[in-house]
């Protein structure tokens, strides 16, 4: 079994910082790709950042010189730095990986997210 928990969300204002964390465990083979989603109330989930096993990072374009996705292989662990917060990243933040639990046994996770909430 593998559970993906993040941390890090809260209340913070309009051009603040915020970092968010995620780590994965159980029985874990190895990690792929590792992502951080969000949704926002009333709107669909959308994917925010990503970044594979080597470090090649993918932003959606709303995010892109604002966040920063990194990640600790040897934690199985993936974070993701908010700057230049704005109301609209206002959302429930979910990490997500895909990964081995055997090899040949591939399978994606999903974390239960965490509430970012950035006032004006």
């Known amino acids: 079994q593998v559970q993906l928990v993040e941390s890090g969300g809260g209340l913070v204002q309009a051009g603040g910082s915020l970092r968010l964390s995620c780590a994965a465990s159980?029985?874990?083979?190895?990690?792929?790709?590792m992502h951080w989603y969000r949704q926002a109330p009333g709107k669909q989930r959308e994917l925010v950042a990503g970044?594979?096993?080597?470090?090649?990072?993918n932003y959606t374009d709303s995010v892109k010189g604002r966040f920063t996705i990194s990640r600790d292989n040897a934690k199985n662990a993936v974070y993701l730095q908010m700057n230049s917060l704005k109301p609209e990243d206002t959302a429930v933040y979910y990490c997500?990986?895909?990964?081995?639990?055997?090899?040949?046994?591939?399978?994606?996770?999903w974390g239960k997210g965490t509430l970012v909430t950035v006032s004006s």
């Open positions: 970044i594979t096993s080597g470090g090649s990072t």
């Open positions: 159980g029985t874990i083979f190895s990690v792929n790709a």
């Open positions: 997500n990986a895909d990964l081995y639990i055997r090899i040949y046994m591939r399978r994606i996770y």
